[in-house]
C-alpha cells in the first residue's frame, strides 16, 4: 500500500535512475542522471533522446504529482498513463520547458507571459501623475475643505454661484430630467453656456451635444456664509458625483473642483487609477473601438476590387463573383438603373455615389424588374451592401469555418484608430511616470527598458519612491532575466504568437529563473534554437544559474557549446528509429570525446562536414528587396544571387524573419500565387520575373492527430491505396479506394474506428490504451485485408520502414520517387503509417521537405528554410546539406535563416543582419561569401565564422 521513501530526493545530491525503459524507439534501457547537475542529452534526431526525456523522465514526475491528489481531483484534470518503464527512482519535481507554440490568444503579450506587465500596472496605479488628455495640465484633487478654503480666497466679495454638472458633452432632449430637477426644488440651470429657469415640458434639441450644470445656490462670498458655503459644496459634490464648478457671475469666468483627478481648466475627471486601469484585457482599461486588442477588421477594397477595369457583370466584384441569375444581381441592375450605368461598364467608370451604395450598402428602396418577379409587379428592396453582405457570411457560417475563411480573404487588419494600437483607453494613457506612459514603456525592447528602470527612483517624488521601490525591485529581476537568456531585442508589447519557439522557450525559462524554486528537475527542449553564437554563452550562464540554485536541470540539445559546457552527457544511439534506442555512452563531456559514438566522432573532428571547395556564382541573375521598412528593418536594400545557396543570419532580433518571411515570402506569393497575404513595408522586388515558383518549408508540426502520418501527409498513401484498388482480387471484390482508407466507413475495422487502438476509460485511473481485440492494431477489416500486393496487405504496407518500402514500391515510379525523396532526407527508419504525435521536431519538418522536394521543380524554384536544422544532430545536419545541395545544382535557388555555423560556413551567399537585435537591428551588415564575412571582421557573424573556417 505505502511505497519506501526515496531517500535520495530528499538529499542534496544523489542520482535519477531510470530502469527498463521501453517508450516508443527506446530498447530496455537503464540510465542514471547525476542530481544537480546541468546534463545534456544528445543523439540522432529521432534516436530516442525526447522519448527518454520528456516521455518517460516528465511523464512519470507529471504522473506522481497527478496521484498525490484525491481521486475526486484526479477525474476532472484527466488521467495520466504510466510510461513504459521498469522503475524510476530519485525524482523531484518536474517542469519541462517545451518548444511548444505559445498562445495563440491575441491578448497575450511578452509583457503578459512574464507577468512584468502587471507590476507595471500596479506601479502606474499607485506612484503615476496624472494629466489631463485636453490640455495636457496635471490633474488635481482636493479635498471640500481645500474647495472652501480656495473658493474663499479668489472669489471673496464676488457674486458667485456653485453649480453641479449632470451632463457633459451628450445629446439629447433632457425633458425628463429638467422635470426630475424641478420637482427637487431646483430653478435654475446654465445650459450651454447660459443660466436658463427650467421651465415645466422643457426640451432641448436632442441631436446637438449639450453641457449642464444644475445652480444649487449663489450668494455674494464672505466670511459670514461659512456653513452656506460648505452645505452648498457639499450638495453640489453630491449631485455632480464628486465634482464642482464655481461660476463668477459678474465676468462669467469659472473653475471646476473635484474629489477626483480632475483637469483645472476643462473640468473633465478621471477615476482613481487601479491596475484594472491599466490591463487591456479589462473592460475598465481597454480601448472601447478594438476591445483591447490594438487592431481592427476593415473590408480591403483592393481585394474585393482587384480589377478597376473589370465590369460586374465578368466578375469585377471578387465576393460575388461573374453575373449570376440571383437576387444581389437583380439589385444591382435596380441600383445602376437609377444611377444611370449598366453592370457591363468598367468599375472604374461607375460614379463614386452609386459605388458607394454597392459597397456599404443604402436604406433607400430600389424598384425591382426581372422576369422572375413577373412582368407587371413592382418589388422594392433596399441594399444592404457587399461589404455587409462578406460579414453576413462570416457570422452565418462560424460552425462549420468555411464561411469564416472565405471571408476573411476580403477583410485585412489595420490599427486601430482610436487608440493607435496601443490598446487602452484614452485616459489611462495619460497616467505617466517619468514623463511615459504604461503604453510607451510597453514598446520599448527590453534592453532600453532595463537603461529607464536604472536609477528611476531618483527620478520620482519623495511619495513616488516610497510606494515603487519594491515594485520597481521585482520588475527589473524579471527584465534582467530576460536579458540573460539573450531577448533584450523583445518588447513587452510583442504579441506572443508571432513568438518562435526558441523565445517563448527562453521567456519561459526567465520565468522560470525568476520563480527561484529549488530542488526542482528542469528539461528543456533544445532552448538554443534561433539564438546566435554571441547569445548562447547566455543562455548557458542562465542555466548554470538555475544549476547553482539547487536545481537538475535536463537539456536536450545538439549545439556543440552546450554539450561542451555540460557537467553530463547522455549519448543516445547508435542511430534513429528502430536503429537507435540504446544508450552509446555516458559521463563528462572530456569522456564522451574518449568514446567512439558519432557525436564524439563530430566534436573530435573525425568526422566534419566538409567546406565546398568552391561557391557558386549562381546564373547571373538577381532578386532585390528594395526598400524594406517592416517593424524594425531601417530601409534596407537586400540583393540575393539567384542559383546559389544563400543563408541569412544575424544576432536574434536583428530582422531575418521580418526581411524573409513577412516581406519576401508574402510579396512572392501574391505575386505567382495571387494569394491574400500581406508583405510588410517595402518599396520593390525586383526580378521576380526569374522565378515561377516559391515554397516555404516552416516549423509548424505536420498533424495534430494520431491519424496523420508520413504516408498521409506526403500523399504517397493515396497513390498506395490506388495501387490496392487495381489488383485482381480489388477488382473482383468491386473495391475502390476509399476502401483502403482507415478514416471512412467501409474498408476500416468499426470497433476501433481505423485506430488500431482502444481507450479503456478506467474514471479515476488513467485511462488505458489497448489493441483493438477485432482488428488486434492492425486497422481494417478481415474483407480489406484479403486483398494483397506483392503478398503484403494495406496494414502490412503500412508497418513497413521507409527503406523498406522503396524497395517493395522499385517497380512503381510515382509511388518510388515520393519515398526515396523521405529516404534522402535522412528518414528511412521511420515506418510509412507512424503517429505524426511521435515524430519529433527535426523529423516532422525533413517529412515536409521531403513532400516540397518530391514535386517537381522547374530549375527557377526558390525555396525558403526557417532554422531547418531545428532538432538535427551533425550528422542530420550533413544529410540535410547534400538535399539542399541537390536543389541548387538543378539551378534552384535556397533561402535558409540560420545560425548554425556548420550551415553557415557551407552557403554560397550570406546576407548578415544586425548589428543588434530590436531597435539597434535591422541594417545588413555585411553580405559576400563566408569567406568575405570571415575578412570583412563586421558584426558577430564574422568573429564565430573566422573561429569555426580557420579551425578547420
Not at 310 to 329: A, E, T, V
Not at 397 to 409: F, I, P, S, V
Not at 670 to 690: F, K, M, T, V
Amino acid at each position: 500500500m505505502f511505497q519506501d521513501i526515496d531517500k535520495s530526493a530528499l538529499t542534496d545530491e544523489g542520482e535519477i535512475v531510470v530502469e527498463g525503459a521501453r517508450v516508443h524507439n527506446l530498447r530496455n534501457v537503464d540510465v542514471t542522471i547525476p542530481r544537480q547537475k546541468l546534463t545534456v542529452i544528445t543523439g540522432l534526431s529521432g534516436s530516442g533522446k525526447s522519448s527518454l526525456a520528456f516521455d518517460t523522465i516528465y511523464a512519470e514526475g507529471q504522473r506522481r504529482y497527478m496521484e498525490t491528489m484525491s481521486a475526486y481531483a484526479r477525474q476532472f484534470l484527466g488521467a495520466l498513463e504510466r510510461p513504459d518503464v521498469d522503475k524510476i527512482s530519485g525524482l523531484s519535481p518536474v517542469i519541462s520547458i517545451e518548444q511548444k507554440t505559445t498562445s495563440q490568444n491575441p491578448r497575450s503579450t511578452v509583457g503578459t507571459i512574464t507577468e512584468i506587465y502587471d507590476f507595471l500596472r500596479l506601479l502606474y496605479a499607485r506612484a503615476s501623475t496624472a494629466y489631463s488628455y485636453q490640455t495636457g495640465e496635471e490633474m488635481v484633487r482636493y479635498t471640500d475643505e481645500q474647495i472652501i478654503n480656495l473658493i474663499n480666497e479668489r472669489f471673496t466679495g464676488k457674486r458667485t454661484a456653485i453649480l453641479a454638472p449632470v451632463v457633459r458633452g451628450r445629446k439629447g432632449h433632457y425633458k425628463e430630467l429638467f422635470d426630475q430637477l424641478r420637482r427637487k426644488g431646483y430653478l435654475n440651470a446654465r445650459i450651454d453656456g447660459e443660466i436658463t429657469e427650467l421651465r415645466p415640458a422643457m426640451k432641448l434639441d436632442r441631436y446637438k451635444t449639450h453641457y449642464i450644470e444644475l445652480l444649487v445656490d449663489k450668494f455674494r462670498v464672505g466670511e459670514g456664509d461659512l456653513k452656506r458655503l460648505s452645505q452648498s459644496v457639499a450638495t453640489a459634490m453630491n449631485i455632480g458625483k464628486g465634482i464642482i464648478m464655481v461660476l463668477d457671475m459678474d465676468n462669467g469666468e469659472y473653475r471646476y473642483f473635484s474629489r477626483n483627478l480632475m483637469c483645472p481648466t476643462t473640468g473633465i475627471s478621471y477615476d482613481e487609477p487601479e491596475p484594472y486601469t491599466f490591463s487591456f484585457n479589462s473592460p475598465k482599461g481597454a480601448c472601447t473601438h478594438c476591445n483591447g486588442l490594438g487592431y481592427i477588421n476593415q473590408a480591403d477594397i483592393e481585394r474585393i476590387i482587384p480589377d478597376p477595369q473589370l465590369s460586374i457583370k465578368r466578375g469585377g466584384i471578387q465576393p460575388l463573383g461573374p453575373y449570376k441569375n440571383s437576387l444581389i444581381f437583380w439589385q444591382l441592375e435596380a441600383i445602376a438603373s437609377k444611377y444611370d450605368f449598366s453592370l457591363s461598364d468598367p468599375i472604374g467608370q461607375i460614379p463614386d455615389e452609386a459605388l458607394n451604395v454597392i459597397l456599404y450598402g443604402s436604406e433607400e428602396q430600389f424598384k425591382l424588374k426581372h422576369p422572375s418577379i413577373g412582368v407587371n409587379s413592382s418589388y422594392f428592396l433596399s441594399f444592404e451592401g457587399v461589404i455587409s453582405y462578406i460579414q453576413n457570411h462570416q457570422t452565418n457560417d462560424e460552425l462549420n469555418g468555411k464561411g469564416d475563411r472565405w471571408a476573411n480573404q476580403f477583410i485585412k487588419q489595420v490599427t486601430c484608430p482610436t487608440c493607435k494600437g496601443t490598446r487602452l483607453k484614452e485616459e489611462s494613457l495619460w497616467f505617466k511616470v517619468d514623463g511615459k506612459s504604461i503604453a510607451d514603456v510597453s514598446a520599448m525592447d527590453i534592453e532600453t527598458l532595463w537603461h529607464w528602470l536604472q536609477g528611476l527612483e531618483n527620478r520620482l517624488g519623495s511619495r513616488q519612491k516610497a510606494i515603487a521601490t519594491e515594485i520597481l525591485k521585482e520588475i527589473r529581476e524579471r527584465v534582467r532575466f530576460l536579458l540573460d537568456v539573450g531577448l533584450g531585442y523583445l518588447s513587452l508589447n510583442r504579441g506572443s504568437s508571432t513568438l518562435s519557439g526558441g523565445e517563448s522557450q527562453r521567456i519561459r525559462l526567465a520565468t522560470q529563473i525568476g520563480s527561484k524554486l529549488v530542488n526542482v528537475l528542469y528539461i528543456l527542449d533544445e532552448p538554443s534554437i534561433g539564438l546566435h553564437q554571441r547569445d548562447n554563452i547566455k543562455l548557458i550562464n542562465s542555466l548554470k544559474q538555475l544549476r547553482d540554485a539547487g536545481n537538475s536541470v535536463i537539456v536536450v540539445e545538439h549545439d556543440e557549446e552546450m554539450i561542451r559546457s555540460a557537467d553530463y552527457v547522455v549519448d543516445i544511439g547508435p542511430r534513429a528509429g528502430r536503429h537507435g534506442g540504446k544508450i552509446v555512452a555516458t559521463g563528462t563531456p572530456s569522456e564522451i570525446l574518449m568514446s567512439n559514438s558519432l557525436t564524439a566522432q563530430y566534436l573530435n573532428g573525425q568526422l566534419k562536414i566538409p567546406i565546398p571547395k568552391e561557391r557558386r556564382k549562381g546564373n547571373g541573375k538577381f532578386l532585390t528587396v528594395k526598400g524594406a521598412r517592416g517593424n524594425n528593418l531601417k530601409n534596407i536594400t537586400v540583393k540575393f544571387p539567384l542559383g546559389t545557396f544563400i543563408c541569412v543570419t544575424g544576432v536574434s532580433g536583428s530582422g531575418k524573419s521580418t526581411l524573409i518571411n513577412e516581406t519576401l515570402y508574402p510579396a512572392l506569393s501574391r505575386h505567382l500565387y495571387r494569394s491574400y497575404a500581406q508583405p510588410l513595408e517595402h518599396d520593390a522586388i525586383e526580378g521576380i520575373e526569374n522565378i515561377d515558383k516559391v515554397i516555404d518549408v516552416d516549423q509548424s508540426p505536420i498533424g495534430r492527430t494520431p491519424r496523420s502520418n508520413p504516408a498521409t501527409y506526403t500523399n504517397v498513401f493515396t497513390d498506395i491505396r490506388k495501387l490496392f484498388e487495381l489488383t485482381p482480387d480489388a477488382k473482383i471484390r468491386g473495391y475502390k479506394a476509399g476502401r483502403f482508407s482507415f478514416n471512412v466507413k467501409g474498408g476500416r475495422c468499426e470497433t476501433c474506428k481505423g485506430g488500431g487502438v482502444q481507450v479503456i476509460e478506467m474514471n479515476f485511473l488513467p485511462d488505458v490504451y489497448v489493441k483493438c481485440p477485432d482488428c488486434f492494431g492492425r486497422r481494417y477489416n478481415r474483407e480489406t485485408l484479403e486483398v494483397k500486393y506483392k503478398g503484403k496487405n494495406i496494414s502490412e504496407v503500412l508497418d513497413m520502414t521507409i527503406n523498406q518500402a522503396v524497395e517493395f514500391f522499385d517497380s512503381i515510379p510515382q509511388i518510388h520517387q515520393k519515398l526515396k525523396t523521405l529516404q534522402d532526407v535522412g528518414l528511412g527508419y521511420i515506418t510509412l503509417g507512424q503517429q505524426s504525435t511521435t515524430l519529433s521536431g527535426g523529423e516532422a519538418q525533413r517529412v515536409k521537405l521531403a513532400t516540397e522536394l518530391a514535386k517537381r521543380d522547374t530549375g527557377k524554384t526558390l525555396y525558403i528554410l526557417d532554422e531547418p536544422t531545428t532538432g538535427l544532430h551533425f550528422d542530420d545536419v550533413r544529410i540535410l546539406l547534400e538535399v539542399l545541395n541537390k536543389l541548387v545544382d538543378r539551378g534552384n535557388t535556397v533561402i535558409v535563416i540560420e545560425h548554425n555555423l556548420d550551415v553557415i560556413k557551407s552557403a554560397d551567399y550570406i546576407v548578415d543582419l544586425g548589428p543588434e537585435g530590436g531597435a539597434a537591428g535591422g541594417q545588413v551588415v555585411c553580405s559576400g561569401t563566408p569567406e568575405d564575412i570571415a575578412k570583412s571582421g563586421c558584426g558577430y557573424t564574422s568573429e564565430f565564422l573566422t573561429k569555426y573556417l580557420f579551425r578547420e
